[in-house]
């Protein structure tokens, strides 16, 4: 089975705070995927990528940045974090065409101030 | 684009009864419709999937209904047990806009 993994699994940051997330999936998955999951609005794509320093923005990217360094991680970039930003934060990867057999890590969760 | 309602946000159920989640989307594009399960503080996994070339879908206790026509697809999940509680999630897929979740369906099974 696909590994997907996260770090750090908690984050407390204040607003205006420079927050990076982190996802490493080992089994050479072509796309990778930040979401975030919030009450009422279920998971909402932010970024998701389909190879090394390839980038496509999803459906709620305002605030986030996010790069793809190598096949295996996948970064997420919160330059000035704000209370809106809290939330759960999902990574996920599939080897097949974009959205297809997707596999997420264990979450993230992070609070702004 | 593709928008997935699924219609119960919470659904509670005696164990051993049958517990069904309804859901509907939009884009007649979409040809992928996989289930997640997302247990109390976990991460979510799939459960089960069904493609536009079949109405149904059987893994042991759950079965996927889909109809195309009436663009709605559903879970089925017969004999409940405790386990089976969590929060279940419907998407859609399609190549141009990628998958599509539903907001959720939190499933109770009470003894």
């Known amino acids: 089975e696909a590994a997907v993994t996260q770090s750090p699994r908690n984050k407390v940051t204040v607003t205006g705070g420079n927050v990076t997330l982190s996802c490493r999936q080992t089994n050479s998955h072509n796309y990778m995927y930040w979401y975030r999951q919030d009450t009422g609005h279920g998971l909402r794509l932010i970024h998701y990528s389909y190879g090394a320093g390839n980038l496509q923005i999803g459906d709620v990217p305002d605030g986030y940045k996010a790069t793809r360094t190598t096949q295996e991680d996948f970064f997420l970039l919160l330059e000035l974090a704000s209370p809106s930003q809290t939330s759960l934060y999902f990574c996920?990867?599939?080897?097949?065409?974009?959205?297809?057999?997707?596999?997420f890590g264990p979450g993230t969760r992070l609070t702004v101030l | 684009g593709e928008k997935v309602e699924q219609h119960e946000s919470t659904l509670s159920v005696r164990e051993g009864d049958s517990a069904v989640i309804n859901c509907t989307y939009t884009d007649t594009a979409s040809s992928y419709f996989p289930w997640y399960k997302q247990e109390a503080g976990k991460s979510l996994h799939f459960v089960i999937d069904?493609?536009?070339?079949?109405d149904r879908k059987q893994s042991q206790r759950l079965t996927v209904l889909l109809d195309k026509k009436a663009k709605r697809f559903s879970l089925h999940i017969t004999a409940t047990q405790p386990e089976d509680s969590a929060i279940y999630f419907c998407a859609a897929h399609n190549y141009a806009q990628g998958l599509t979740f539903g907001l959720g369906t939190r499933v109770s099974v009470f003894p």
């Open positions: 069904i493609r536009s070339n079949v």
């Open positions: 996920a990867s599939s080897d097949k065409a974009r959205g297809l057999e997707q596999y």
